[in-house]
Each structure stands twice: as C-alpha cells, then as structure tokens.
C-alpha cells in the first residue's frame, strides 16, 4: 500500500499551488485522510484532515483560511489546494491516512498510512 503526493514545487510568496495524493493498492474510501508537512529542522506538523466522507474538515491555524482540503473518493485522491502561500509554508509535504474513517485531529500516530512527501519550496 502507497500513498503517492505531487505538485510540489518553487513558488513564489502569495502564489498557489495544488498538492495530490493518489493511493494505490487499496482504495481509501473508508479512511480519514490528512496533509502533514516537516520543515527541515522541525517537527513534522499538522496541516489538514478530511473525514471518509469529505463532510467535515480541520486546520492548523497557521494555514486556515489558505489552505482547502478536499478529496473524491470515485478517483481515490486527496487533494490540498495551498493559496496565498508565505515562505514559512516551506517543507516536505506528507499525506497520510487513518484507518479512523471520521477521525480529523493532528496526531499523527493516529494516521497509520504515509506518502514519500512532496517538496514545496515558497520564496520571497
């Protein structure tokens, strides 16, 4: 079982950028699913979660507002669409899913399946 992310890349400060995360080997219908991202010399941190059902949704403060997470499960894909992006946004992003189907908190030992993260660089 993978959890592929992509889209990350060099984006300027106020920009946007579109993150995927495309499961294979098992469909992720029944799981909750968050974005997590790691900054080099820092904790990895929670970004944002999606319960199975897209019906509901949580934020880091540091990005709400910015950030949308979404997902469709007819394609078995995750999605985070980054706006107004700062420098700080900076970090390897991961996405991860919970075997929790309603579970949308940020504590990764919760998330039991995780992707090799995408690069996001924002400049200013």
């Known amino acids: 079982v993978q959890l592929q992310a992509s889209g990350g890349g060099l984006v300027q400060a106020g920009g946007s950028l579109r993150l995927s995360c495309a499961p294979s080997?098992?469909?992720?219908?029944?799981?909750?699913m968050g974005w997590f991202r790691q900054a080099p010399g820092k904790e990895r941190e929670f970004v944002a979660a999606?319960?199975?059902?897209?019906?509901?949704?949580n934020y880091a403060d540091s990005v709400k507002g910015r950030f949308t997470i979404s997902r469709d499960n007819a394609k078995n894909a995750l999605y985070l669409q980054m706006s107004s992006l700062k420098p700080e946004d900076t970090a390897v992003y991961y996405c991860?899913?919970?075997?929790?189907?309603?579970?949308?908190?940020?504590?990764?030992?919760?998330?039991?399946?995780w992707g090799q993260g995408t690069q996001v660089t924002v400049s200013s």
């Open positions: 991860a899913a919970s075997y929790s189907s309603a579970y949308i908190g940020g504590d990764s030992r919760q998330y039991h399946y």
């Open positions: 080997g098992r469909t992720f219908g029944n799981y909750a």
């Open positions: 999606i319960k199975w059902s897209g019906a509901a949704t």
